[in-house]
């Protein structure tokens, strides 16, 4: 696939189930990127149906975790319309703050 795209870092916050206009289970997973030259980029991240329940269930702040997915334009569903990268994998590397 060209429009494919892998990311891996670490979790801002702790990711919420949320639920479309249609709907479906989503939620939004913010990442922190770290770059060679110190720089950080937190990227915002849609994650769909079970992958967004094991997330938000595995998931929490200062987890590390692997994606794959696609950049996507606009979502129609969502309730804001922006640029998001539209997640079907999240692997999780290493639990660094478990949820209770």
């Excluded at 975790?65 to 640029?83: D, H, Y």
């Excluded at 539209?86 to 209770?100: C, G, Y």
């Amino acid at each position: 696939m060209l429009n494919q795209v892998a990311l891996s870092g670490t979790v801002v916050k702790d990711p919420k189930l949320k639920f479309t206009l249609d709907k479906e289970e989503f939620c939004i997973l913010t990442l922190e990127l770290s770059s060679r030259d110190g720089e950080h980029e937190q990227f915002d991240m849609v994650v769909w149906g079970e992958v967004a329940k094991e997330t938000v269930e595995r998931c929490g702040e200062g987890s590390i975790v692997a994606t794959r997915g696609r950049v996507v334009n606009c979502i129609s569903n969502l309730p804001e319309k922006r640029m998001y990268l539209s997640i079907d994998r999240v692997t999780h590397i290493k639990l660094e703050a478990p949820k209770n």
